[in-house]
């Protein structure tokens, strides 16, 4: 699950890249650990947190009190935690955080009182330069061209939609400013405020290039927290407002996937099929048209089509790797070739994309890696691990996940009600409680050494 998964629900749970626990002795250290794992790789105010965590002790009670729960933290991350007399921050690259949105809502639960200590403790890298029109206009270019992520404190996000919102300042300005609040990924605001930000624009008379392209901009994060939300339709109609901003090639095809996302009917598929044709030759773009390519043509039964849609994908990548296209070219590969019955192939494309460099970073990856195998299982008659795989992937899809499209989730429902009926009600009780004993951290080698015995059998 990369460096370090961090599960916060009732508990916060921590474990390394090998699975193996880390352990806390109390809920001071719990509430520091969590702190820094949300902050990160951001530092935090270290005489501030603790007078935040012992409010009704002196500052000197309190740092003392800090000290202590930090050295039993330091003694297991020793090498990540990088801390001096002021600040103190933890380093782990490549981490998985998942919130158990059946806790998170509640403002005293750990993952919430842990968001509270970070924001009153967190130090802004960037606050001197908040206001300065020429810093936060070169940085929203760098976001628009792609050349730099939003990463900005949760501090200063909340300035910059502050800024964005505020009527009596100028719109070049609050545009500019919407763009870098809406750009974070790490500190996103509440996702309904994301979705709603270019609405606060009057957009009708937009000229400037530049502010066009920041428009474009808000409508594209916009229907991406739609899309995380599971709000497929009002995903599809954000990236179709945004195209009166841009025209781009990108943006006509992700408003063409999105619509097969919420129902691969002739209409869509015909969309999908022309626009490879005469889509302008870029080739990452024209990789990721293919990618998809393969995806329609096994749904829609022209396995052919898919195939030879596979064969180009892969020459061009070749030439431009990119890990994230390769893994969902196998995801994709292995739906081929089940649809068609070649279930061994299936399997090895599964085994392909685990393999490939990034993947299964994340409960998304997750889902549908389990989703595919799940219903390999299920055309090859295995219905203990079809419930099994079943059985995860409403684990991990109840921590929040709504990533498994319409389409996809039509298909996937369909063969797991047939497998239901033809497995006996308590083989399927028995796969289903063998998937709840299995802890979070060691899901991926479970699914990954089950995919290797049934290869192998």
């Known amino acids: 699950m990369g460096g370090l998964l961090v599960e916060f629900g009732k508990e916060l749970h921590a474990f390394d890249e090998q699975g193996h626990p880390f352990s806390f002795r109390t809920q001071q250290e719990c509430l520091i650990?969590?702190?820094?794992?949300?902050?990160?790789?951001?530092?935090?105010?270290?005489?501030?947190?603790?007078?935040?965590?012992?409010?009704?002790?002196?500052?000197?009670?309190?740092?003392?009190?800090?000290?202590?729960?930090?050295?039993?933290?330091?003694?297991?991350?020793?090498?990540?935690?990088?801390?001096?007399?002021?600040?103190?921050?933890?380093?782990?690259p490549g981490s998985t955080v998942i919130?158990?949105?059946?806790?998170?809502?509640?403002?005293?639960?750990?993952?919430?009182?842990?968001?509270?200590?970070?924001?009153?403790?967190?130090?802004?890298?960037?606050?001197?330069?908040?206001?300065?029109?020429?810093?936060?206009?070169?940085?929203?270019?760098?976001?628009?061209?792609?050349?730099?992520?939003?990463?900005?404190?949760?501090?200063?996000?909340?300035?910059?939609?502050?800024?964005?919102?505020?009527?009596?300042r100028d719109r070049e300005d609050r545009l500019v400013y919407a763009v870098l609040a809406a750009s974070n990924e790490g500190y996103r605001l509440d996702s309904s405020r994301i979705m709603t930000l270019p609405t606060e624009f009057d957009t009708s008379y937009l000229e400037d290039q530049f502010l066009r392209r920041c428009m474009a901009y808000l409508y594209q994060q916009a229907a991406k927290v739609a899309h995380g939300r599971g709000y497929w339709r009002r995903s599809a109609l954000l990236e179709e407002r945004g195209l009166h901003f841009s025209q781009s090639n990108w943006s006509r095809f992700r408003v063409i996937r999105k619509n097969i996302d919420i129902r691969l009917d002739t209409r869509a598929y015909t969309a999908l099929l022309e626009f490879g044709a005469s889509a302008a030759p870029d080739p990452d773009l024209l990789s990721y048209i293919d990618m998809n390519l393969v995806h329609a043509h096994a749904l829609v039964g022209d396995y052919d089509m898919g195939h030879k849609a596979a064969k180009r994908c892969r020459a061009r990548s070749r030439n431009s790797p990119s890990h994230v296209l390769e893994n969902w070219l196998c995801l994709n590969e292995a739906l081929l070739a089940m649809h068609s019955g070649n279930h061994r192939q299936a399997l090895a494309h599964l085994i392909e994309a685990d393999s490939t460099g990034g993947a299964l970073t994340s409960p998304i990856d997750l889902v549908w890696h389990w989703l595919i195998a799940a219903q390999v299982f299920a055309s090859m008659d295995d219905y203990r691990r079809t419930a099994v795989f079943s059985s995860l992937i409403e684990r991990v899809r109840g921590l929040g996940d709504k990533h498994v499209s319409p389409t996809n989730l039509i298909s996937f429902e369909a063969r797991m009600e047939y497998a239901a009926r033809r497995s006996s009600t308590t083989n399927w009780l028995e796969a289903i409680g063998e998937a709840e004993n299995i802890p979070l951290a060691q899901m991926q080698d479970f699914y990954r050494s089950n995919l290797r015995q049934v290869l192998a059998a």
Do not use: M
């Open 99 to 168: 919130v158990d949105p059946k806790t998170a809502a509640d403002p005293d639960s750990l993952h919430s009182r842990c968001l509270a200590l970070v924001e009153g403790a967190l130090l802004d890298p960037h606050e001197e330069r908040l206001n300065s029109s020429g810093w936060i206009r070169k940085q929203a270019a760098s976001i628009l061209d792609g050349s730099a992520p939003g990463d900005f404190t949760r501090k200063a996000i909340h300035y910059f939609y502050a800024v964005a919102l505020d009527s009596s």
């Open 33 to 92: 650990f969590g702190s820094l794992v949300l902050a990160s790789p951001f530092e935090l105010h270290r005489q501030k947190l603790a007078a935040d965590l012992w409010p009704e002790s002196s500052i000197e009670k309190a740092s003392v009190s800090f000290r202590q729960r930090l050295s039993s933290i330091r003694r297991q991350f020793e090498n990540h935690l990088v801390s001096d007399r002021t600040a103190i921050s933890l380093h782990v």
